[in-house]
């Protein structure tokens, strides 16, 4: 199993490396070219059913007779003309994801620091709550903290919450436990010294 990248002993620093294949994007991008392709010319729609049809009576697959196909209708070629540019785009994006090694958390005793292709959040542990784990509206999961003070990014979509999505190699479960366990460390000098006033 996949464990934090780095751990420096001087800083205290440890990264996370996000869970990305680069052959996610590829594939998805030769998806949009496949789209693209059998969009701006009908023959490669025949050629990919003939093919389908070789392969699948190469497998048994025999039905009746010798199916006959005239290609796709200029409303077909439209729609998968418009399907393939969102292939394009998400291919695109996970390649340079992989490539890029976005996203990543990287901890330190201050805080943390949450880069994406997008943009970059922190916030220090004096700003946020404990992480807790909850469901999104797709069937994934995400470790929330609120923001609580002032030293943090603020995110003008998502409020007052710092937000870390399970894309990492590392269970998500873990990283949240090291998370507040780090988060701790750092408060417990500053709750020792407000209990001593």
């Known amino acids: 199993m996949a464990r934090p990248i780095s751990s420096d002993t ?24 496949i789209l ?21 009576m ?21 729609v998968l003309l418009v399907l393939s540019f969102p292939f ?30 997008f943009r970059t959040k922190w916030a220090n542990w004096q700003s946020l709550t404990e992480f807790e784990i909850k469901r999104g509206w797709l069937p994934s999961r995400k470790a929330v903290a609120a923001v609580v003070g002032q030293t943090a990014m603020k995110s003008h979509c998502f409020g007052r919450r710092f937000t870390i999505h399970d894309a990492f190699s590392v269970p998500l479960d873990l990283v949240v436990t090291e998370l507040n366990a780090r988060r701790a460390q750092s408060r417990r000098p500053q709750d020792k010294a407000a209990a001593s006033e």
């Open 10 to 33: 001087r800083s205290n620093e440890q990264s996370y490396l996000p869970l990305v294949s680069v052959w996610s994007g590829i594939g998805c991008i030769a998806v949009a070219i």
């Open 36 to 56: 693209f392709g059998v969009s701006m010319n009908n023959s490669v729609a025949l050629w990919l059913f003939e093919l389908f049809y070789a392969v699948s």
């Open 88 to 117: 394009f785009v998400f291919g695109v994006l996970r390649l340079l994801q992989a490539i890029l090694g976005f996203p990543r958390v990287v901890v330190t005793n201050d805080g943390l620091v949450l880069k994406t292709i």
């Open 58 to 78: 190469s497998l048994g697959h025999r039905g009746r007779g010798t199916p006959t196909w005239s290609g796709l209708s200029g409303e077909d070629q439209q």
